[in-house]
């Protein structure tokens, strides 16, 4: 029978491809783009897309984080070179990581707090899922909008763009 983590990355490995092809396209020209004034930057928004993946280590091997308690974040990539490797080296070790987690292991609570306020508290595979991979697609989505404000051609990625076809 296979478990959960084999059943999980068929779809790990197709979305980080298409996040990857989507990445390789930030414009170095338009890092400081904003599309509104509480937006965040470009270059912030893919740098978030690309630290994303490092959510899946801290799901399988802790038990709950605090958020209070994190680090301050490391200064922003100032390339699409540094933006990329940041999100493979991510990326690597989510995969590992997943791969090598038990079926008893994706099934205990995990927690998310700050402070005393409690955030989430669920099962690390359903944590997985919506931290990782749908947070993940979520905001590709959003980063393919500010390219398509700045005419950078849209890859494919469930199928043909208008840019791109396969």
């Known amino acids: 029978m296979m478990s959960m983590a084999q059943a999980f990355l068929p779809e790990f490995d197709y979305e980080m491809a298409n996040t990857r092809r989507t990445l390789e396209r930030v414009p170095e020209d338009k890092l400081d783009f904003t599309p509104h004034e509480k937006s965040k930057s470009l270059i912030w928004l893919a740098n978030h897309i690309a630290t994303i993946p490092e959510w899946a280590p801290l799901i399988i091997d802790c038990d709950a984080i605090d958020l209070a308690a994190m680090p301050p974040r490391p200064p922003l990539p100032a390339?699409?070179?540094?933006l990329l490797g940041v999100f493979d080296a991510a990326a690597r070790r989510a995969r590992?990581?997943?791969?090598?987690?038990?079926?008893e292991r994706l099934l205990k609570p995990w927690r998310l707090h700050m402070?005393?306020?409690?955030?989430i508290n669920?099962?690390?595979a359903a944590v997985y899922r919506s931290m990782v991979m749908n947070h993940l697609i979520h905001h590709r989505g959003q980063l393919t909008v500010f390219f398509r404000l700045n005419n950078v051609p849209l890859p494919a990625l469930y199928g043909p763009s208008a840019d791109e076809q396969p």
């Not at 390339?79 to 540094?82: A, F, H, Y």
């Not at 590992?96 to 079926?103: F, M, N, R, T, V």
């Open 79 to 82: 390339t699409r070179e540094q």
């Open 96 to 103: 590992e990581k997943l791969a090598g987690a038990s079926d």
């Open 115 to 119: 402070g005393e306020r409690e955030i």
């Open 122 to 124: 669920m099962p690390r």
